[in-house]
Nanobody, 120 residues
Framework: QVQLVESGGGLVQAGDSLRLSCVASGGTFSTYAWFRQAPGQEREFVAAIGWSGGSTLYADSVKGRFTISRDNNKRRVYLQMNSLKPEDTAVYFC???????????????WGQGTQVTVSS
């Protein structure tokens, strides 16, 4: 019954901004995270956020450009992506769980992913 659904992906040009959203149903989660996976590459951690929103964690590759936030009343998590680069192109996945971690094993539930494509 637990379900995570991402939205907001699309095709943009380098330097543009995009905001991804993820809505959770069927439960509440102490930690949300975003991961991404490009074709032919391994899944990598992007950002995580704790229950209060005060604890956040970012991959070095996106630090200073991306911001993760959450709205517990709406059971949503967001990823604001600024200054996008072609290397940000990937399928972005929303994940939820009880452990605050950069590792995918820490998360119990995953969304289907939303495609982000950044052109040169």
């Amino acid at each position: 019954q637990v379900q995570l659904v991402e939205s907001g992906g699309g095709l943009v040009q380098a330097g543009d901004s995009l905001r991804l959203s993820c809505v959770a149903s069927g439960g509440t989660f102490s930690t949300y995270a975003w991961f991404r996976q490009a074709p032919g590459q391994e899944r990598e951690f992007v950002a995580a956020i704790g229950w209060s929103g005060g604890s956040t964690l970012y991959a070095d590759s996106v630090k200073g450009r991306f911001t993760i936030s959450r709205d517990n009343n709406k059971r949503r998590v967001y990823l604001q992506m600024n200054s996008l680069k072609p290397e940000d192109t990937a399928v972005y996945f929303c994940a939820a769980g009880s452990l605050f971690s950069m590792g995918g094993r820490a998360y119990d539930y995953w969304g289907q992913g939303t495609q982000v494509t950044v052109s040169s």
